[in-house]
């Protein structure tokens, strides 16, 4: 007899830890932890991304208020002046999310609130720049005169005076040597190209969650009590862990795993600032004296923040072989593993592959059974109620309730030859008759069996797992798999594929890259519009190498690879770094129309007069990203590639665009002066016509005046 009571209290912490920590629990217990993070990002990224055209609006009033006008009469010119081009920096923007919102599969859910947040968001402050601001600025700024300013304003401008005169300088030393900085400019697009395709791929980065779950495997022959007295001095290692908070364990079969020879450990951490390792770090200290346990296998594994898809196996990645032929698969399945073993940078290498489980099988004389009045259902009814653990019965007390079990003693379970000292009662008729010994009327033969039969779909199919050492990209991890299947020489029968994260993975290397392709169409389109033109698009666009290659160097020194956040990152560099061309060359495009200076004139100018406003909202978005690069808060270290890959790209463009603009300018303007020179040989008036149409106003800038 049994007490009740406990039994149903660990069941139901059992049944709780089951679906927290199944694949379609896990993800519903983390939605919410990880929207709060998201959250978090946004509000970081809004710092630095939406005061950007309030930044231009405000440095272009305050120039105006230097030079001597009165603060109304600034903010009418200086908003007139600078609003097509924060118009433009707006809409270029957000139009660089219009294609996260089309994207499908799980890259798309993932992406979809981010860019409606962001786009958003930037519209929004667009809209109060060109509104709100010029009006407060009428309202409360004062000519520079009627401040007084304290010793660090007097340093700051002493600072940013001097950053002037060396750009001034150095400037027009670029203006000059134009061929060379046109040549580096090729070498930093090669440089892009070649590092986004040696680059370490992944797919989403380690969280450190403050959770371990682990499966415990012991032989296929294991007995339930060996199975618990494993799993407790697997709990014993755990438990001396300095950094173990709490942890659950259990044995048998579950929703998890069928097989009763497996163990699960759900462990749960110190707080991360009570302790000094990270989550990967704890995995790392007790895979070895885990090791040591004799007669059992420990897997842990850090669970991703986003369960994608597949089961939930003893290693986080999977790869499944199937064919309808079992014996092929399975002769193929074990060399496959062996093969994984070897290779570099892989660990916890195992497969749900059960199949030498020992067991008896009892072959029933049907004549000689029916002869003595006995039928097969009643030798499986005395069979079950010696080893099934059948409840009978249940004793009520005034304090607790009791189960009656019935069972073979426990000796007698472990002894295979018991079966032979097995009676079943034979009946005729209505009328019980004598008891008959099971080996009368049976014979028993020992052998061995699958543990477990495992189907993808309607075939039969082996699914090998393995986890990755802390550094090595899933992307690098998934190509080594490949190669391995193709030099073992499977035959074509033997379908293979990966599941779960790293097939969500392969799918997404395709799509991303596509979407980045897409992202820059959709702005070249619209600032096409916006300037009527298809040239000065990619003067702006002209910084976007620059801006990839530095994102990506900044990966690879701080040891990372680009990751879904790396690439949301650069992503966001597109839509940020083409603010600075956008400043200089619409200043330009102005001088040139209403001006008549030349080309080269007008650039430097441009260049020199924004150059405090670039400095400024590429400041403002460096403050904004810093503390995601840095990695603080909860989480933070899943964030740090897409902080990362903002700062590198942002610094990195910064002190190239400010120079490659200017020159991919002069040259496109040169390009284009010669494209209408024979025009205007053949049709003087009508070339001088085109010539007027094609440096008119836009339509918006018309407006805006």
């Not at 990002?41 to 405000?58: E, Q, S, T, W």
């Not at 008729?429 to 061995?448: D, E, F, I």
């Not at 998934?478 to 993975?505: D, K, N």
Request: hydrophobic residues 45%; glycine residues 8%; contains cysteine.
């Amino acid at each position: 007899m049994k007490s009740r009571n406990p039994e149903r209290t660990r069941a139901r912490i059992l049944a709780a830890a089951l679906r927290e920590f199944s694949a379609k629990g896990l993800a519903g217990a983390r939605v919410e932890a990880i929207a709060r993070r998201a959250r978090v990002n946004k509000r970081m990224l809004y710092l630095g991304f939406v005061v950007d055209d309030a930044i231009v609006m405000l440095e272009n009033i305050v120039r105006h208020m230097e030079m001597g006008k009165a603060p109304f009469t600034a903010a009418v010119i200086g908003s007139r002046e600078v609003g097509f081009t924060i118009l433009s920096m707006t809409l270029s923007l957000a139009a660089v999310f219009i294609p996260l919102l089309f994207m499908g599969g799980v890259i798309g859910r993932l992406l979809h609130e981010f860019a409606v947040t962001i786009g958003a968001a930037v519209l929004v402050s667009g809209f109060v720049s060109l509104t709100l601001t010029p009006m407060l600025c009428s309202r409360f700024l004062r000519p520079p005169g009627a401040h007084h300013h304290g010793r660090l304003y007097a340093a700051s401008e002493r600072v940013f005076d001097g950053m002037l005169r060396a750009y001034r300088w150095s400037l027009g030393q670029i203006l000059a040597h134009r061929l060379a900085t046109l040549v580096v400019s090729g070498l930093v697009a090669l440089g892009t190209a070649y590092l986004l395709v040696a680059i370490p791929k992944g797919f989403l980065p380690s969280e450190d969650t403050g959770r371990i779950f682990g499966f415990v495997e012991a032989p296929q022959d294991v007995s339930f009590d060996s199975m618990v007295r494993h799993q407790r001095a697997v709990a014993a290692v755990v438990q001396r862990d300095p950094d173990v908070d709490l942890f659950m364990s259990s044995v048998g079969a579950s929703g998890i795993s069928v097989a009763g020879n497996t163990g699960r450990l759900f462990i749960t951490l110190k707080p991360r600032p009570g302790r000094r390792r990270t989550v990967d770090e704890v995995i790392q200290d007790l895979r070895p004296k885990l090791a040591r346990v004799p007669g059992v296998r420990v897997f842990l594994q850090n669970l991703p923040s986003i369960q994608v898809g597949g089961q939930l196996t003893k290693s986080q990645y999977q790869f499944t072989l199937q064919d309808a032929d079992t014996r092929q698969l399975y002769h193929w399945a074990p060399l496959l593993e062996a093969r994984l073993r070897t290779l570099p940078g892989f660990q916890d290498v195992t497969s749900d592959l059960q199949i030498t489980s020992p067991q008896v099988v009892i072959d029933i004389d049907r004549d000689k059974a029916s002869a003595l009045g006995l039928t097969a259902d009643q030798i499986e009814n005395a069979l079950y109620d010696a080893y099934g653990s059948k409840q009978v019965s249940t004793i009520y007390t005034s304090t607790n309730e009791y189960w009656v079990i019935m069972e073979l003693l426990p000796e007698d379970q472990r002894d295979p030859t018991a079966l032979s000292r097995l009676y079943v009662r034979s009946y005729s008729g209505s009328t019980a008759g004598p008891l008959v010994p099971l080996s009368a009327v049976a014979s028993l033969r020992p052998g061995v069996g699958p543990l477990t039969v495992s189907h993808l779909g309607q075939l039969p199919a082996v699914t090998l797992s393995f986890n990755l050492v802390p550094g090595v990209a899933l992307g690098d991890a998934v190509t080594r798999v490949e190669r391995a299947r193709r030099e073992l020489g499977m035959p074509a029968t033997v379908t293979a594929s990966f599941q779960g994260t790293a097939q969500v993975f392969q799918s997404s290397l395709r799509g991303l890259g596509l979407l980045l392709a897409v992202a820059v169409l959709v702005i070249y389109i619209v600032l096409g519009i916006l300037y009527e033109s298809f040239l000065h698009p990619v003067t702006i666009l002209s910084g976007l190498p620059s801006a990839g290659f530095g994102a990506l160097v900044t990966l690879i020194l701080f040891g990372m690879g680009l990751d879904l956040y790396g690439f949301v990152g650069i992503v966001m560099l597109v839509g940020i770094v083409k603010k600075n061309a956008i400043m200089m060359i619409d200043f330009a495009l102005e001088a040139q129309r209403t001006e008549g200076k030349p080309a080269r004139e007008a650039i430097y100018q441009g260049c020199l007069l924004r150059f405090r406003p670039i400095m400024m909202t590429t400041m403002s978005a460096l403050m904004g990203t810093l503390p995601i690069a840095i990695g603080l808060g909860a989480g933070g270290e899943s964030r740090r590639p897409l902080g990362l890959a903002v700062v590198g790209g942002l610094v990195f463009s910064q002190l190239l665009t400010l120079y490659i603009t200017p020159v991919i300018y002069t040259y496109l303007e040169a390009f284009q002066g010669r494209l209408r020179r024979p025009s205007r040989r053949h049709a003087p008036d009508l070339a001088e016509e085109r010539h007027a149409i094609a440096d008119r106003i836009p339509v918006l800038r018309r407006l805006l005046h």
